[in-house]
């Protein structure tokens, strides 16, 4: 693809994705274009969309496509909008999103990465020099935990986290709230201790647990296990709002 305007995408990457959502309001600031990539290496209990877990179920998406349905949203980008790259795990596809995000750099807008961190390699790093605001993921503060929840430590997402700091790059929290699993209070208040002091963190996100993907996972044929677990009371969340609000700037539930 090459544009009259910015001529800057000079050539066309066919990313791996699960889907493509329009007039998204819960992956940033503002209204968003969501390019969901397929593949993650968590598996995540309580994961909503376990169908993107499998490189292998993915369909093929041209990066202009992208570039072009971001610039035929434009006018609803004014309210401090853009694109927003999610999964399954983008940084998984880091190398081909370079050239898009530099793209979406040129033509102004505004572009936000939703990852759990897991994932850091050279292409990473260039790839992050183009991202306005990351959305972290951050499943737990406990390692032995994290592991249960998704398989895998969480030591990577913890440097991943130390490295938007040190780099400078402004980053949410994101935080799922599962009773009985990730809402301890003294779990909590270790994970706003941690990041009590960096600068780099705007707000937290709580995220309430709930069981809208468990469908999917019964037409995978996969066994969810969290079968009885119940979804938060406005009290948990209440709760779990006003303990992180101890130790960060901003706290909201999503």
Partial sequence: MSDQTTGTLTRVDILNIH????????DGPGIRLVVFLQGCQFQCLYCANPDTMRSEDGKP????????????????????????????????????????????????????????????????????EYIDLVL?????????????????SNA???????????????????YVLVPGLTDNPEHLHRLGLHFQ?????????????HRLGVYKWEKLGMKYALENTPENTSEQLTAAKELFEQYLPEVVVN
């Fill in 156 to 174: 990577n997402t913890m440097a991943f986290a130390h490295y938007l700091e040190e780099q400078h790059k402004p980053f949410w929290l994101r």
């Fill in 136 to 152: 972290l993921d951050v499943k737990h503060i406990d390692p032995v935990i994290h592991k249960r929840i998704t398989g895998r």
């Fill in 197 to 209: 002091s960096f600068k780099q963190v705007q707000k937290l996100e709580i995220q309430p647990y």
């Fill in 61 to 128: 998406c041209e990066t202009s496509h992208i570039v072009e349905t971001a610039e035929n949203m434009r006018s609803f980008f004014a309210n401090g909008g853009g694109v927003t790259l999610s999964g399954g795990e983008p940084c998984r596809q880091a190398r081909k999103l370079i050239p898009l995000l530099r793209e979406l750099r040129a033509r102004g807008i505004h572009t936000c990465l939703d990852t759990n961190g897991y994932v850091m390699n050279k292409y990473v790093e260039e790839m992050l």
């Fill in 19 to 26: 889907s493509i959502e329009t007039f998204g309001t819960c």
